[in-house]
């Protein structure tokens, strides 16, 4: 059910994502909430495919693009993210704090490391922490919309 529910409804829900991704941007001159960052989160811990994960990353690349003017930007931490969570599946106990804890991994990268090496001027560390705690929001209320599977269930 899992995997048809990704191969169905993957593309439009990303693009979906993507644009309000965007139009998020626009409405707060900042880049608050990462929807498309959060759907990928889960896409990782959800498939293996090359080509849904491919996909992310060509989006997550376009965002960087609209964000920092550089095609990939996103690509220093969203790459290794993802081999990240390969490991956490295999290491961590509690399946359910996963995905919350890649995700503070990931925008603390995004905050702290990629934005400092495309634009000196760093966000504050209140900015840094609103976007996390937004974004734990958003990925728990996808996590209702599509759960994540259990191990047994990737296998």
Not at 27 to 38: A, N
Not at 53 to 65: D, F, Y
Not at 83 to 110: E, T
Request: overall charge positive; hydrophobic content about 60%; proline content about 5%.
């Amino acid at each position: 059910m899992i995997q048809s529910y990704t191969k169905k409804y993957f593309f439009p829900s990303l693009i979906a994502l993507f644009f309000l991704d965007i139009c998020s941007f626009a409405f707060f001159e900042h880049s608050l909430f990462h929807f498309v960052l959060c759907a990928y989160i889960i896409i990782v811990f959800q498939t293996r495919s090359t080509f849904v994960i491919s996909s992310a990353w060509l989006l997550l690349a376009l965002e960087s693009t609209l964000y920092f003017g550089i095609f990939g930007a996103n690509l220093v931490y969203i790459i290794p993210a993802y081999y990240a969570g390969i490991l956490m599946q295999k290491v961590l106990y509690k399946k359910s704090l996963q995905p919350y804890i890649l995700l503070i991994i990931c925008l603390l990268a995004r905050h702290l490391l990629v934005s400092f090496l495309v634009a000196p001027a760093t966000n504050p560390l209140i900015y840094t922490l609103w976007a996390i705690f937004a974004n734990i929001i958003v990925i728990w209320l996808m996590t209702f919309i599509q759960p994540i599977p259990s191990k047994m269930a990737l296998k």
